[in-house]
């Protein structure tokens, strides 16, 4: 116990010494990596990076091949930060396995394995090389033989002191593998000397052999041979992962062979590989797993073929799958640590404490990547590092145990201030002290010790957990913890609250669309608990802050009412009521069926069209929760205002009929058709058009109608019809039949008028007589035949126009723009021409301008008044006869000046006065211009306020008297007449009515009556009220 203390108390003088932060554990960030360096240029420094983070910050040193170096008794070797500079670098004391180590008070970090190596190539031997014999045709080899060295190697060769390197093709390849020149098939133009140059990128240097001559043998040409493989892959290469991976195979013949690869197991070579120019080199870039297995190589000419073949062997270095994480563990805990890696062949495991292997020991157990530590004390406090290794690589996976010994301590896990549950709840009241070892907990309430009942009981992390708590349990609970370090205690208080109850769920309901209902959600709370209420439809809330179309949330604070305004079909469903609160959520869903007029219809066919029928059918929509009980079909046409309905046959279609014939269709018109449904609820909306069709034609059955005629010339027979309509026409090539003869004769002569537009017909004939009657019929017909003919009408030929000018004519101005024309009928014959009617035609004597103008009288008028003439004016007139031939000859003219212009002052300064039922009105006498009518008399005008009949008084004289039951305010005005017509009108006057006034106007005027006696004439538009002279 005594050296526990002592540890106890030697972790806060650590962290004081780190400055007062946490204590973390050295963490690499950069970690040293192989390095090759050229022996020639040994005398520069070579640095090995180590960084690390840490708190305090980490020391660093290093170890080559597992010894730590002494970096203080040498000048070539120091530290640079962490990292490891090295001057002027040797090979029989630098190289080796290089690992930087990073310590703090934590522990020590062991960095991954970084090798130095050095490289060099020595010079070729200066002796001269043998020369090579060979005849023409024949396959040689030529021997490059590197001379001693250290790192990768690249080969070329050179011809006869050429500069360029002899370059690969189909009969020549150099191999990057032992560095030889393949010829397979000699020709006299490779005769000469061959030079191996070889170049050693790492040691930054390259070197050339002495020339190996190649002569050609005088004894023939080599007859042709089956290929000979000289350069073949090993039986075995091992293969990294991600690596790029180059297999050779040329063989020497004649003719020159071909090369080509394949895969053994027969599947194909991945899409990924490249091949040299001459195919002797594979190329497999990133290597993976799938690019296992067996290879080969096959080369062929015409006198055979020879194989290789070799295995590549996947490999991969060790990679994490499982790392280490930090434990932070009380005293006497157990540790368990897992690592696992990945990697070809498998890895093995070993474990490192501090930098150090980790060995088995009572407490320590050691599996595979599995660390167990049991019973924990401080001294196992550390660094701890798990490495994967196989025979290409080892990595390390790091991780800290602190292990804790305090006293218990609540600073950051105090007890819960308020918990708050409802009555007949279960409630859980956390005790969670930091402390290590583990603390003993126990509860009191108030000063009490808590002991375990059948509702009260202590969990084992120390928790106190209330069953169905009651009101009686509410108040403050403390929980002591203790271990061998101290005690520690925290407070909280539990709140107990009335349960909320669900009191007015939601009801299923079964409404029509467009209908506007309420979902009722009501609960019974515990004052102080504030409820929150939500809806969700069909498992998606409804955003009701945003204002959603249709829903709306009404209510109180306990009611959270849900209205749907206006509902449509597609709102059918489940709605849930959700209530929260602070320790509960409630819920009650209610099912809505919402049921509306049925859908449109689908899919509408038209089938078997003849000249009036067509024969539908189609497909019932959506019945919309209310099943169809009929269908209507509606037809459009061009000539059709919208969509009409049309017969059927059957005539009622219920909701089980879904095809019928159209019946009564016009012949030789294109239709759209229809169908829509309708239920219990309503009619729906109608199916989409069918296509247009146009029904057959047939022969016309509907006759021109209005047969008419008459006019012309005497020659003529003018015959007028109202034409048929298109839709009516039945067919193409529509005209038009005119059936025609004198009364009384048998034969018909008949006309033809192809044309649908002509409603007129004029039949000339010299021989017939003025006003001779015809019996005329009006048929039609098409493409398909002639059809109806209209009743037989009676139509007159033309006739001469009047012979005879009126007489007796005269005229006479009425007003300044009237004048009346009038003359003597004419007694007409048969010799001296028909007379329908007169024509008046008036002009003035002013050649600039245009004839007046013209009117008609029918019949036996003899009179007729023409009106909007200038005052003051000289018109001219005359008269003729009209029929339907024409007018006959003019009377004389007569002429008539009209009156002059009415007054076109207004009388002015009127005055009244009014003395019971009695007004008295009094005015100036209007002065006339040059140029206007002389003034006759005066007309005055009244009415009452609120009513439209207006009464006319006339007066010669400048003053009138009235009498009227003036129970409501009058309106007066006065207005001059003359012969040219009445004058101006003075502006209106209000006379208040007998109770509101008893005198006023314009001009003060005596009491005692009026100026003038005047007999007065009463002309009263719209009887109303009683006058009377005096």
Not at 124 to 150: D, M, N
Not at 587 to 598: F, K, M, T, Y
Not at 735 to 741: A, D, I, N, S
């Amino acid at each position: 116990m005594r050296l526990l203390w002592k540890l106890v108390i030697l972790l806060p003088l650590i962290s004081a010494r780190a400055g007062g932060g946490p204590l973390s554990r050295p963490s690499f960030t950069q970690e040293p990596q192989d390095v090759t360096v050229p022996l020639d240029l040994s005398q520069s420094e070579v640095t090995l990076s180590c960084a690390a983070t840490g708190h305090p910050p980490p020391r660093y040193r290093w170890r080559l091949n597992g010894t730590d170096l002494d970096l203080s008794g040498t000048s070539r070797r120091r530290l640079d930060g962490g990292s490891l500079a090295i001057s002027r670098p040797r090979p029989d004391q630098d190289a080796g396995a290089y690992q930087c180590l990073a310590t703090n008070p934590v522990g020590t970090a062991l960095s991954q394995q970084a090798r130095l190596r050095f490289a060099y190539i020595e010079d070729f031997e200066t002796k001269a090389r043998s020369t090579v014999s060979v005849r023409e045709g024949q396959g040689v080899v030529l021997l490059c033989g590197p001379p001693p060295h250290s790192g990768d190697l690249s080969y070329a060769w050179t011809f006869n002191d050429n500069p360029l390197h002899v370059q690969e093709d189909r009969r020549r390849f150099v191999s990057q593998e032992t560095g030889n020149l393949y010829i397979a098939k000699v020709e006299p133009s490779d005769v000469g000397n061959y030079t191996c140059s070889v170049t050693n990128t790492e040691a930054q240097r390259r070197v050339q052999g002495p020339p190996t001559p190649l002569v050609q043998r005088p004894d023939g040409v080599m007859g042709e041979y089956e290929p000979k493989i000289e350069l073949r892959f090993p039986d075995t290469v091992q293969a990294a992962k991600d690596s790029s991976v180059k297999l050779e195979c040329f063989a020497l013949g004649n003719p020159v062979p071909g090369i080509s690869w394949r895969r053994l197991d027969g599947s194909p070579l991945p899409g990924k590989v490249k091949y040299s120019k001459s195919q002797a080199t594979l190329e497999i870039p990133n290597f993976q797993q799938e690019d296992e297995g067996f290879y080969e190589c096959t080369a062929g000419n015409l006198r055979g073929r020879n194989r290789a073949k070799g295995r590549l062997v996947f490999y991969a270095p060790p990679e994490w799958e499982q790392r280490l994480q930090d434990a932070h563990l009380s005293l006497h805990d157990s540790l368990l640590w897992e690592c696992r890696a990945r990697g070809r062949p498998s890895p093995w495991y070993t474990w490192l404490k501090n930098g150090e292997p980790l060995r088995p020991q009572e407490r320590i157990q050691i599996e595979n990547g599995t660390l167990i530590i049991t019973m924990l004390n401080v001294s196992d406090s550390g660094v701890y590092q798990c490495a994967a290794e196989n025979k290409y690589q080892i990595i390390y996976a790091n991780a800290e145990l602190r292990v804790l010994a305090s006293a218990p301590d609540f600073s950051k896990n105090p007890v819960k201030r308020n918990s708050v549950i409802q009555v007949g709840g279960d409630i859980v009241i956390e005790c969670q002290p930091q402390a290590s070892p583990r603390a003993t907990v126990s509860w009191k309430r108030g000063a009490q010790s808590l002991r375990q009942s059948g509702r009260v009981s202590l969990l084992e992390d120390g928790s106190l957990k209330i069953h169905n708590v009651t009101r009686s349990d509410a108040g403050p609970y403390t929980c002591v913890a203790t271990n061998q370090f101290g005690v520690a205690k925290s407070t909280g208080s539990l709140v107990v609250k009335e349960p909320t109850v669900l009191t007015v769920p939601p009801s299923p309901m079964d409404v029509t669309v467009g209908e506007s209902i309420v979902l009722s959600c009501q609960v019974s709370r515990d004052p102080s608990v504030d409820v929150a209420f939500a809806w969700s439809f069909n498992e998606h809330i409804i955003d009701l802050g945003k204002g959603v179309a249709h829903f709306e949330r009404v209510g109180g604070e306990s009611v959270g009412d849900l209205m749907i305004r206006n509902i449509q079909l597609h709102h059918s469903g489940r709605y849930l009521c959700l209530v929260k609160t602070a320790l509960e959520r409630l819920s009650a869903a209610a099912e809505v069926i919402v049921r509306g007029p049925p859908g449109p219809p689908q899919d509408v066919r038209v089938e078997h069209v003849s000249s009036t029928t067509s024969q539908l059918s189609w497909r019932p929509g959506a019945d919309n929760r209310s099943p169809v009980r009929g269908f209507a079909v509606q037809a459009r046409t061009p000539f059709s205002v919208g969509w009409q309905a049309v017969a059927t046959v059957p005539e009622i279609l219920s909701g089980q009929t879904y095809n019928a014939t159209v019946v009564g269709l016009s012949p030789w018109v294109e239709y759209e058709f229809r169908v829509v449904a309708g239920n219990g609820i309503g009619i729906g909306e109608p199916s989409r058009p069918s296509e247009l069709l146009r029904t057959k034609a047939s022969v016309p059955v509907v006759a021109p109608t209005n047969i008419h005629g008459g006019g012309g010339s005497r020659s003529d027979l003018v015959v007028t019809w109202e034409p048929v309509p298109e839709e009516l026409q039945s067919g193409g090539d529509f005209g038009y039949v005119v059936l025609l003869r004198p009364v009384g004769a048998t034969a018909w002569t008949k006309h033809r008028l192809p044309a649908a537009e002509p409603s007129r017909f004029v039949y000339r004939n010299e021989s017939v007589s003025p006003l001779s009657p015809f019996e005329v019929k009006v048929g039609v017909y098409n493409s398909e035949g002639e059809g109806a003919l209209s009743a037989t009408s009676i139509v007159y030929s033309g006739e001469d126009e009047p012979q005879l000018a009126p007489g007796g004519t005269s005229v006479q101005s009425s007003s300044a723009s009237e004048m009346e024309v009038s003359w003597t009928a004419i007694a007409w014959n048969g010799n001296t021409g028909r007379v329908l009617g007169y024509e008046v035609s008036y002009w003035t004597d002013d050649s600039r301008e245009p004839s007046a103008g013209r009117v008609r009288v029918s019949g036996n008028v003899t009179a007729k008044t023409i009106s909007g003439l200038k005052a003051n004016t000289l018109y001219f007139a005359s008269v003729r006869a009209y029929n339907t031939g024409g007018t006959g000859p003019s009377s004389p003219p007569v002429n008539v000046t009209t009156k002059k212009s009415p007054p076109s002052q207004p009388p002015a300064n009127i005055a009244w006065k009014l003395t019971n039922s009695k007004l008295c009105l009094n005015w100036e006498h209007v002065r006339t211009m040059e140029n206007e009518s002389e003034v006759l008399g005066y007309k005055i005008l009244y009415r009452q306020n609120r009513r439209s009949e207006t009464h006319v008084l006339e007066t010669n004289s400048t003053s009138a008297e009235l009498r009227a039951p003036l129970e409501e305010d009058y309106l007066v005005e006065v207005r001059a007449v003359s012969e040219g017509g009445d004058g101006s009108r003075s502006a209106e006057i209000r006379i208040p009515r007998v109770s509101s006034l008893s005198s006023g106007g314009g001009l003060a005027s005596e009491p005692g009556g009026c100026f003038l006696s005047v007999v007065v004439m009463v002309f009263t538009v719209l009887l109303f009220g009683h006058l009377h002279d005096e």
